[in-house]
């Protein structure tokens, strides 16, 4: 589906008129078991995806299919509670329709989070990572078809979808705060099925250190747009064929309930920051 300039100007607009004068400054797009962070803000107002025109509903397990606009450590943000993903039968541009939405409000620095699974055999499941770059080969670009110019050029750099002095700003909170942090790629896969152990080790070998069905498209609207990026990875579970086990939802679900504290506490202190 191709949106036009109006429709998203449409969203923006009902938009306003629930949260008045309110203007956010910070996106967060919050990955399967990590929307409880949106319940963590203050003076919250809340807007269901299923109310705002041209939105799409958020069906994956984990994510609530709302926005929550208020504070988080004196942030003035705007958390998505749910993401849509290619998998539910959305376009790239259906997927990543409310990052030029709240563009339109004024956001300004997107963080986005994701579960994924670790390609990397040095490292473990339950770890964090920073995003520092993403590979994204399959299926179009939630960029084709006409270009709206209100956004952005035709032809985008992509040297640096996540900004690099964001990720400097992580590097260094972390240290603060004594949580170790991975770096590293992040391989964007369709799904829904998960990857097979011949597609993680050609992921390897490409140089993917993390493997997951989201994130992507969204990273590469909102750059398009302008925005700052700041992205990270629960390593939720090692990637197929590195264990001898078959990879299930329940996992990566139980796997950000027992990292709840050490997320949120590093994105927490990174908003501070900002």
Same mark, same amino acid.
């Given at each position: 589906? $191709?949106?036009?300039?109006?429709?998203?100007?449409?969203? #923006?607009?009902?938009?306003?008129?629930?949260?008045?004068?309110?203007?956010?400054?910070?996106?967060?797009?919050?990955? /399967?078991?990590?929307?409880?962070?949106?319940?963590?803000?203050?003076?919250?107002?809340?807007?269901?995806?299923?109310?705002?025109?041209?939105? =799409?509903?958020?069906? &994956?397990?984990?994510? =609530? @299919?709302?926005?929550?606009?208020?504070?988080?450590?004196?942030?003035?943000?705007?958390?998505?509670?749910?993401?849509?993903?290619?998998? $539910?039968?959305?376009?790239?541009?259906?997927?990543?329709?409310?990052?030029?939405?709240?563009?339109?409000?004024?956001?300004?620095?997107? !963080?986005?989070?994701?579960?994924?699974?670790?390609?990397?055999?040095?490292?473990?499941?339950? %770890?964090?990572?920073?995003?520092? %770059?993403?590979?994204?080969?399959?299926?179009?670009?939630?960029?084709?078809?006409?270009?709206?110019?209100?956004?952005?050029?035709?032809?985008? %750099?992509?040297?640096?979808?996540?900004?690099?002095?964001?990720?400097?700003?992580?590097?260094?909170? &972390?240290?603060?705060?004594?949580?170790?942090?991975?770096?590293?790629?992040?391989?964007?896969?369709?799904?829904?099925?998960?990857?097979?152990?011949?597609?993680?080790? #050609?992921?390897?070998?490409?140089?993917?250190?993390?493997?997951?069905? /989201?994130? &992507?498209?969204?990273?590469?609207?909102?750059?398009?747009? @302008?925005?700052?990026?700041?992205?990270?990875?629960?390593?939720?579970?090692? &990637?197929?064929? !590195?264990?001898?086990?078959?990879? /299930? $939802?329940? $996992?990566?679900?139980? #796997?950000?309930?027992?990292?709840?504290? =050490?997320?949120?506490?590093?994105?927490?202190?990174?908003?501070? =920051?900002?």
């Amino acid at each position: 589906m $191709e949106y036009t300039y109006e429709q998203y100007q449409a969203s #923006a607009a009902y938009l306003r008129q629930q949260i008045g004068t309110f203007c956010p400054d910070v996106a967060m797009v919050l990955g /399967s078991g990590l929307g409880y962070m949106g319940d963590e803000v203050e003076q919250a107002i809340a807007v269901s995806y299923a109310d705002i025109p041209h939105f =799409k509903p958020s069906t &994956a397990p984990g994510h =609530k @299919g709302r926005l929550v606009f208020g504070l988080l450590e004196g942030q003035r943000v705007a958390v998505m509670q749910g993401r849509m993903h290619h998998y $539910e039968g959305y376009s790239y541009e259906e997927v990543s329709y409310a990052l030029r939405v709240l563009r339109l409000l004024g956001a300004q620095t997107l !963080i986005v989070t994701n579960a994924a699974g670790c390609v990397n055999t040095d490292w473990q499941a339950g %770890d964090l990572m920073l995003i520092t %770059d993403q590979i994204k080969f399959f299926l179009e670009s939630p960029l084709r078809g006409p270009n709206l110019p209100q956004f952005g050029v035709r032809f985008p %750099d992509a040297s640096h979808l996540y900004t690099p002095a964001l990720q400097e700003l992580a590097r260094e909170t &972390a240290a603060e705060q004594g949580i170790e942090i991975r770096q590293g790629v992040y391989m964007y896969f369709p799904g829904p099925q998960y990857e097979t152990p011949a597609e993680i080790r #050609a992921a390897r070998l490409l140089g993917a250190d993390a493997v997951g069905m /989201s994130t &992507a498209p969204e990273v590469i609207t909102a750059a398009h747009c @302008g925005m700052n990026v700041l992205g990270f990875t629960l390593l939720s579970n090692m &990637a197929a064929g !590195i264990l001898d086990q078959p990879l /299930s $939802e329940e $996992e990566v679900l139980a #796997a950000a309930a027992a990292c709840r504290e =050490k997320f949120s506490g590093l994105i927490r202190a990174c908003l501070r =920051k900002l």
